[in-house]
């Protein structure tokens, strides 16, 4: 069972396992495995039939100095990243820093790799095949790091948000307000935008709720405050609640947070609130239900033609199997009603 996502959430591995394990789902079939498109497609792999490898690394070396530096055991914040594996024979992969000078094992960096069917170049894109080449090896936008001659992924380069010298992981915060009751799971973005005053990058945290009491809204508010302090040691200088389907995400349901963050600084965010938001939260699932509905009065449409136009065939076919007197004209006759019911 490969995943895929970017990157991998070992909380999420452990809860599928656990999820499953009554159907006879195994651990050992779990496996986080790293590819791109510009790679077509996979580019590392962990062995198989091994659980996946967690590493917990120090939260304070890796925000601040790039260390994947292992977290002692009783670290109770420290970041955990499953390993991808190793990178596919024919494959290499390389972790730079931003002057792209190649690093050593656990220290943090942008993934480069090449390989036998790594990319030309994007269509019509010339400015963006020029970004994505660096000499020989070709830049995935990720950043990373090597364990072991083993992959963790850590993160996108453009989502990384940077905050007092302590670099912050969007995905990780956003797993945990998701878990928040009265916040959608999986509809929580968190980016950093500048401050229009000072210039100073602000932690934003969007995050969609259906609740549309300020009451409520303020509790939620607060609780987000309390997590995110916790869990990164910052407090965000936003939070926006939204209604449901406000964040945007890829069509895989990954959230898309420059894109999030474009709409934010523009000012075409809507807050959940009282008033117009009822009427946004009724009316944001009308198209969808017309278009279920229209799906289902057009299946059962199309069924009730098939079996009628079966019907009318059928009869005559079993009628003229019975009374043809020569074989090959009752195979003629069964076979020009066969195409006659595929053609309707």
């Given at each position: 069972a490969f995943n895929g996502a970017e990157p991998v959430s070992p909380a999420t591995l452990e809860r599928f396992s656990a999820r499953f394990a009554r159907a006879g789902f195994r651990p050992q079939a779990a496996m986080p495995v790293y590819g791109l498109a510009e790679a077509a497609l996979g580019l590392a792999f962990p062995p198989v039939g091994r659980e996946p490898r967690i590493d917990r690394v120090d939260r304070d070396?890796?925000?601040?100095?790039?260390?994947?530096?292992?977290?002692?055991?009783?670290?109770?914040?420290?970041?955990?990243?499953?390993?991808?594996?190793?990178?596919?024979?024919?494959?290499?992969?390389?972790?730079?820093?931003?002057?792209?000078?190649?690093?050593?094992?656990?220290?943090?960096?942008?993934?480069?790799?090449?390989?036998?069917?790594?990319?030309r170049g994007y269509f019509n894109n010339p400015e963006a095949t020029r970004?994505?080449?660096?000499?020989?090896?070709?830049?995935?936008?990720?950043?990373?790091?090597?364990?072991?001659?083993?992959?963790?992924?850590?993160?996108?380069?453009?989502?990384?948000?940077?905050?007092?010298?302590?670099?912050?992981?969007?995905?990780?915060?956003?797993?945990?307000?998701?878990?928040?009751?009265?916040?959608?799971?999986?509809?929580?973005?968190?980016?950093?935008?500048?401050?229009?005053?000072?210039?100073?990058?602000?932690?934003?945290?969007?995050?969609?709720?259906?609740?549309?009491?300020?009451?409520?809204?303020?509790?939620?508010?607060?609780?987000?405050?309390?997590?995110?302090?916790?869990?990164?040691?910052?407090?965000?200088?936003?939070?926006?609640?939204?209604?449901?389907?406000?964040?945007?995400?890829t069509s895989s349901g990954k959230i898309r947070r420059h894109a999030n963050r474009e709409a934010f600084e523009e000012g075409r965010i809507e807050r959940a609130g009282k008033g117009p938001g009822l009427w946004r939260l009724a009316l944001s699932g009308l198209p969808g239900l017309l278009r279920n509905a229209g799906r289902r009065i057009g299946a059962h449409a199309f069924a009730v033609w098939a079996w009628g136009i079966f019907w009318v065939l059928a009869p005559v076919t079993w009628l003229g199997v019975a009374l043809l007197p020569q074989r090959r004209w009752r195979f003629a006759l069964a076979r020009r009603m066969g195409r006659t019911l595929a053609f309707f």
């Open positions: 070396a890796l925000s601040k100095h790039g260390e994947a530096r292992p977290a002692s055991p009783e670290a109770a914040d420290a970041l955990r990243f499953p390993s991808c594996g190793r990178v596919l024979p024919g494959y290499r992969v390389r972790i730079v820093d931003p002057a792209g000078q190649q690093l050593q094992a656990r220290r943090q960096g942008r993934i480069e790799f090449n390989g036998p069917s790594a990319t970004r994505l080449r660096d000499g020989e090896w070709l830049d995935t936008g990720d950043l990373g790091y090597l364990a072991d001659d083993e992959l963790y992924l850590t993160g996108r380069v453009k989502d990384l948000i940077v905050r007092a010298g302590r670099n912050l992981y969007p995905q990780e915060l956003e797993a945990a307000v998701g878990d928040i009751p009265g916040i959608r799971k999986g509809c929580v973005a968190v980016f950093g935008s500048p401050d229009p005053a000072d210039g100073t990058e602000r932690l934003v945290v969007m995050a969609e709720t259906r609740l549309d009491d300020e009451t409520q809204g303020e509790q939620l508010r607060r609780r987000i405050l309390a997590i995110a302090s916790d869990l990164v040691g910052t407090p965000p200088e936003v939070i926006q609640l939204v209604p449901p389907h406000t964040v945007l995400k």
